[in-house]
């Protein structure tokens, strides 16, 4: 039996959040860029976001390419 994917929503996430700061220590880290950050201009507005695809991976049976966002940058986890 095929599952009807059509008009519904699905989350594609590592399941490992990270902040805003993080994500940036994380590029800074890799080396993989000449200019590194400094500073977010500003300090109002959310810090990141919190997501789990469990429900995505248990109904269409996907995984991401890479663990994390880290591992996407070739640093150890």
Known sequence: MKKKFRS???LGCD???LSRQEIMDCVNQSGKFNKKFEAFT???GPLGKRMNNSKTRAEIGWEPKYSSFPAFLGLKE
Do not use: C, L, T, Y
């Open 8 to 10: 519904r929503i699905f």
């Open 15 to 17: 399941n490992h959040p």
């Open 42 to 44: 500003g300090e109002d």
